[in-house]
């Protein structure tokens, strides 16, 4: 069984930056591809970035990409979504997930693919 569990939330300024980690247990991960996904209260849980098991495609929702990287370090067991110039829209509780099946670059980041989950941690964006 595949546990995940995510590090790295906070509280931050805005302009700021968090790294996020997400380290696996129970399983090695390079047999997964991995999301990282978000949910603000009185919203819909979205796929922020994710990435292939080999780390060579990667996929971000638009209105992050250029401020957001997504990284894994297969050795670690680790998955990172480092945030930079954050705003108070990206305060949300910020999950990661690992997918098993291969799926179309368009539908990486669709959260019904995902098999396991992460119990989530906390990311505040305020002055």
């Known amino acids: 069984q595949l546990q995940l569990v995510e590090s790295g939330g906070g509280l931050v300024q805005p302009g700021g930056s968090l790294r996020l980690s997400c380290t696996a247990s129970g399983l090695t991960l390079d047999g997964y591809s991995m999301g990282w996904f978000r949910q603000a209260p009185g919203k819909e849980r979205e796929g922020v970035s994710c990435?292939?098991?080999?780390?060579?495609?990667?996929k971000y929702i638009d209105s992050v990409k250029g401020r957001f990287t997504v990284s894994r370090d297969n050795a670690k067991n680790t998955v990172y979504l480092q945030m930079n110039n954050l705003k108070p829209e990206d305060t949300a509780v910020y999950f990661c997930?690992?997918?098993?099946?291969?799926?179309?670059?368009?539908?990486?980041?669709?959260?019904?693919?995902?098999?396991?989950w992460g119990q989530g941690t906390q990311v505040t964006v305020s002055s």
């Open positions: 990435i292939s098991r080999n780390g060579i495609s990667t």
């Open positions: 997930a690992a997918r098993r099946r291969s799926t179309l670059v368009q539908d990486m980041c669709v959260d019904t693919l995902y098999d396991y």
